[in-house]
């Protein structure tokens, strides 16, 4: 399985990112999908999570600013941020595991992942 991240960049706050992954081997249709973040000195955050099935959750601290998106044709992930603060900097990281579907809350901890990108840097400057 790889996952590739791309869209990162340095923007002002208010402003609008689209974050990309593109996806390839994954073998089961049952698969949960994820954006986390890492902000310098703190630890990985769940940002939104999506699966097959239907289901979706944002993270509290980015609900009604970030969208959580899939093109299946295009097999790739997206993350719509929109009303960007300085406290969104971060290295945005795409993740995925097979086999289940995602479990709301629990599919933002990111020990449950097994796949993971390389990371796409935003910068927020205020």
């Known amino acids: 399985v790889q996952l590739v991240e791309s869209g990162g960049g340095t923007v002002q706050a208010g402003g609008s990112l689209r974050l990309s992954c593109v996806v390839s081997?994954?073998?089961?249709?049952?698969?949960?999908m994820a954006w986390f973040r890492q902000a310098p000195g703190k630890e990985r955050e769940g940002v939104a999570n999506?699966?097959?099935?239907?289901?979706?959750m944002h993270a509290d601290s980015v609900k009604g600013r970030f969208t959580i998106s899939k093109d299946n044709a295009k097999n790739t992930l997206y993350l719509q941020m929109n009303s960007l603060k300085s406290e969104d900097t971060a290295m945005y990281y795409c993740?995925?595991?097979?086999?289940?579907?995602?479990?709301?809350?629990?599919?933002?901890?990111?020990?449950?992942?097994?796949?993971w990108g390389q990371g796409t840097q935003v910068t927020v400057s205020s």
């Open positions: 993740a995925a595991y097979e086999g289940f579907d995602c479990n709301g809350a629990i599919s933002l901890i990111d020990d449950y992942f097994s796949y």
């Open positions: 999506l699966d097959n099935s239907g289901n979706i």
């Open positions: 081997g994954f073998t089961n249709r049952r698969t949960c």
